[in-house]
Nanobody, 128 residues
Framework: QVQLVESGGGWVQVGGSLRLSCAAS????????MGWYRQAPGNPGKQRQL??????????MYADNVKGRFTISRDNVKNTVYLQMNTLKPEDTAVYYC???????????????????WGQGTQVTVSS
């Protein structure tokens, strides 16, 4: 089992910045990729939208709508993944979920239910 604890969400004005953190613990040796996905208000479906992922070899992948504004990084000593979010827009408002997977998922969406791990989610609200 892998436990993921997120922090860093909150409220910010348009154009502002936030940094999310996700600390992993447990059987993390099995994890190859960690990432951030989000679920927007009024969209409580069974899939979450890709934001960014990073692998153990530091390969990164971003959704097109965050490229150039968001940066994913990891601290292997602290077993923590970060998401630096700059130039935030109202459409970035969502619950952000940390994910840990044994494989790199190239899809733009990820099923809520699957053989991987999710954090509890952290709310990000961007207000104009």
């Amino acid at each position: 089992q892998v436990q993921l604890v997120e922090s860093g969400g909150g409220w910010v004005q348009v154009g502002g910045s936030l940094r999310l953190s996700c600390a992993a613990s447990g059987s993390i040796d099995s994890i190859y990729a960690m990432g951030w996905y989000r679920q927007a208000p009024g969209n409580p479906g069974k899939q979450r939208q890709l934001v960014a992922t990073i692998t153990n070899s530091d390969t990164t992948m971003y959704a097109d709508n965050v490229k150039g504004r968001f940066t994913i990084s990891r601290d292997n000593v602290k077993n923590t993944v970060y998401l630096q979010m700059n130039t935030l827009k109202p459409e970035d408002t969502a619950v952000y979920y940390c994910n840990a997977d044994e494989y790199l998922d190239y899809g733009l969406e990820k099923e809520v239910s699957g053989p991987y791990y999710w954090g509890q989610g952290t709310q990000v609200t961007v207000s104009s």
